[in-house]
């Protein structure tokens, strides 16, 4: 999502409601939508699986090609946890979450990427081509 706030958005020549810019943003993004009600934003999901025990800071990005691309969580453990218990509290956590319908996989990364200003600015762009890689799952 970065690039949304890097490069200029070129938007219709029609004034869109919210949610239907909202629609048109992620699909320029690359996340395939189920319609115009859907509404997922990166920030917030996050922090609902921050606080699962086990995770130190996790990451919402978009796997696959332009167009077509599935959300993905990719989640930094914390310290010493165990991976498969890791994995199956994030599943849990995805079935309490109505937003979590919209992640297709987890994905686990030693350290996320972050900008070195700030250490709190993730690099998506990054772990997208990590992901796409042949990431561990």
């Known amino acids: 999502f970065g690039w949304l706030l890097n ?51 996790a990451a919402l990005i978009g796997v696959g090609a332009r167009g077509a691309e599935r959300a993905h969580l990719v989640v930094q453990p914390e310290p010493e946890v165990e991976p498969a218990e890791l994995l199956a509290r994030l599943a849990a956590r995805r079935a309490e979450l109505a937003e979590g319908a919209h992640i297709h996989d987890f994905l686990l990364h030693p350290a996320l990427p972050v900008d070195v200003r700030h250490n709190a600015k993730i690099r998506r762009e990054d772990l997208k081509r990590w992901a796409e890689g042949g990431a561990p799952r």
């Open 7 to 57: 490069r200029g958005v070129r938007l219709p020549r029609v004034v869109l409601a919210p949610i239907a810019h909202q629609h048109h943003l992620l699909t320029r993004a690359g996340l395939s939508t189920d319609g115009e009600a859907l509404e997922l934003w990166p920030v917030p999901l996050e922090n609902a699986f921050e606080r699962t025990r086990g995770v130190a800071r």
